[in-house]
């Protein structure tokens, strides 16, 4: 075997171990030694859609947390979203630097938090800046438009959804949604103060009507003119609208991506777990679907990991590792064939919702990662210039770019084998 393969085998088995610790921390959760704390030098957590535990952590903890920063063989970030869970087999700590250890396994090795944003002492009128924009991972301003979605007013609401309940609890903004003029400042001062910032992403719950829902994304878009000319990567996550010429409006706004998500692939479940898109309707989503394909090139759609293969009582006693990897591939499967470019969440509950607390498997969990990202390379569906399968190429709370990661270097690993030692070197360069 060539040297050159070697090294890269080498650093690719490192890289596919820390990929599996990230899905066990994203399944298990991390608690967290007190001494954390101490040292304030990191991106505090927010609460950014959701609280991710039942338990509200003692003292300040990291929002997102790099495992791997990249290296010259593979130069790719393994972040992670910090999900506190005072049960959990991993613990942070502090001791001559930050590290998580796993008190099961012993397992131990060092992690980043990602550095503070400074967005909490800088203000918009009165309101803190990290009250309407949150920094997600190294380059994403991050806003939810709306904690209410219409879809709670008829009992409508996805039942894994938590975002109207966890405003209510733990307020973070003065009014549930924020008005578009302190969105718009709130943006252009992010940008001013943190140079590292490349994307803007936007979700809501749905607000009036779907079609204002996305009307309000189109003032933010208009109000942004500026921000987009330093080439600013835009995305929004949101249901679609009735009237789809409304995606042509968001795309002359600047908008370069949308993301819809089905959550739920398969049909029945679908009207079980999202009584409220199951009212926009399935077929009628996948019809947006392929508009928004159109009109953007390209569209996402997500689901969430863990759901998949509920029974329609959802009682969460019964949920299977193989099972849920079983449909959730199947979902995957299908998304693909249409030409849509599949996403996923992991589950995650701070018991606020009607499915209740799922105990995900790290490790079938990191199967499912690995065989999502082999069908999405191997769609062709990504283009051979794109690097990753979403914007954002931390993606913490989910593991669609590792996955991805894993299949593009385990093909790079299989032709380097084909080629001569000189030609190794060219390709490698
Ligand atoms: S559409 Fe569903 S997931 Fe999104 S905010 Fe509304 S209830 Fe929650």
Redesign the pocket.
Known sequence: MSEIRHDLMQEYKHFEFLVRIKADLLAKGIRVNQNVGKRKDFNRKQIHLYQHCATLHPIDIPEDLVLYSGSMLIPEIIMTKFRYNPDSDWQMDDENGYKLRNDRTGVEIPVEPTPQTGFDQHFIGELPLSSIVQKLGTDVAGVVLSNW?F?FQNNH??RF?E?FPTYQSQKTFNKAQKPIEQVVEGLKLAFQIDSHLKHVLITS??MISYDHTVREYIKIGEGIKELKKKNINFQAIL?PPENFLLMDEMRNVGFHRVCMNLEVFDPQLFEII?P??AAYGYQRLFEALDYASKVFDIAYSSIVYGIQSLSPDLDVTKWDPAKENQKALAGVDGLLEKKIIPLFTVYHTSERNAIGLIRIDGEALFAFTSEYGQKVFSSGIIAESQNSISFDSTSPNDLINDGYSLAKYQKEIADLETFSMEDQKVIRK
Request: charged share 15%; hydrophobic share 15%; aromatic share 8%.
């Open positions: 979605c879809y609401e996805c959804c975002i719950g749905n249901m999202t409220g898109k």
